[in-house]
């Protein structure tokens, strides 16, 4: 029996692991990987204490700190289903089933799909959900981003470095990523911007050759040897079918990170908490290991 399960190992994850172990709790932290959404991002010019650092260098930061406590990781293992039973909350993987007296969910978000014609048969093919992870194999390439928010402005600053033309489709009629992304790729001179237009199919014989987009009612095709998909997350929520959530799967809490489910708190981008970003996650993380500490130190088990 633990006194903490933390569901999940990125910033959110992590930073409840950190805090968790220096107030001596018995603790297990399950997660599919480490790192999280940080781990595939680029750049990062805003996370406070590094002008400058990339997105798995700062994932390795992270997992460097919390390996320096004596936490117990449950490493490539899935969580499919989580329940409070009486006093304890059950978590039940695809390895295994562990109880606790408390857990807190940080099991972030995941890629949305496109959902169109030939995603799939090219997914892995040419068709990705990660620049940071599968961009160089496209240097020199023609790409396409789809998206027009931070994700996608930020997986096309990194193509932009290293493919000979990317263009960013986005199905709005303007960007809605930081005005300074913005800025930066305006000023790329291999970039094309095609706003108020949408992805009708991904094409390709064994990988991807092109992309047919719709605008107004005009299809055309552009010739792409890598598609990067990046129009938005879903939260991964699904296991967790008591706790309340919103309209989007997102899980309810509170200013100090409880459930409706006494016992279950919630952190990170999983959360309704507004604005998904790293230092957000990693505060949401340390509220919520010092709610679980409260919440042990208040109730007889």
């Not at 968790?20 to 603790?27: G, N, V, Y």
């Not at 799909?113 to 620049?131: I, S």
């Not at 913005?182 to 790329?188: I, P, R, S, T, W």
């Not at 706790?243 to 016992?263: A, F, M, Y």
Request: glycine content about 10%; overall charge neutral.
């Amino acid at each position: 029996m633990f006194d903490l399960i933390i569901i999940g190992a990125g910033p959110a994850g992590i930073t409840s692991g950190v805090y968790a172990a220096r107030k001596k709790m018995e603790l297990l932290v399950i997660t599919k990987d480490i790192g999280g959404q940080a781990a595939w991002s680029g750049d990062i010019e805003n996370y406070t204490g590094y002008q400058f650092i990339s997105g798995p260098e700062l994932a390795a930061k992270f997992e460097e700190h919390m390996r320096k406590f004596d936490i117990q990781l449950k490493d490539n293992e899935e969580v499919i289903e989580l329940k409070k039973i009486d006093h304890r909350v059950r978590v039940k993987t695809n390895q295994g089933v562990y109880e606790a007296k408390t857990t807190i969910i940080a099991s972030g978000k995941r890629s949305r799909e496109l959902n169109v014609p030939g995603e799939k048969e090219f997914k892995n093919r040419g068709l990705t959900y990660c620049a940071t992870c599968d961009g160089p194999l496209f240097t020199g390439k023609d790409v396409a981003v789809i998206g027009g928010g931070n994700s996608a402005l930020d997986a096309a600053l990194q193509l932009i470095k290293i493919a000979r033309h990317t263009h960013i489709i986005n199905m709005t009629d303007h960007l809605t990523g930081d005005p300074i992304m913005q800025d930066k790729l305006n000023q790329a001179p291999n970039a094309t911007v095609l706003n108020n237009t949408r992805v009708s199919a991904v094409l390709g014989d064994k990988f991807v050759s092109g992309i047919k987009v719709k605008k107004n009612a005009k299809e055309e095709v552009i010739p792409v040897s890598g598609i990067f998909v990046e129009i938005g997350l879903i939260p991964n929520s699904e296991f967790a079918k008591d706790p309340d959530k919103n309209q989007l799967g997102e899980i309810k809490v509170n200013c100090h990170n409880e459930t409706n489910i006494p016992g279950i708190f919630a952190a990170g981008d999983v959360t309704d908490v507004p604005e998904k970003q790293i230092i957000i996650a990693a505060g949401e993380g340390s509220k919520a290991a010092l709610s679980v500490f409260r919440y042990l130190m208040q109730n007889k088990f």
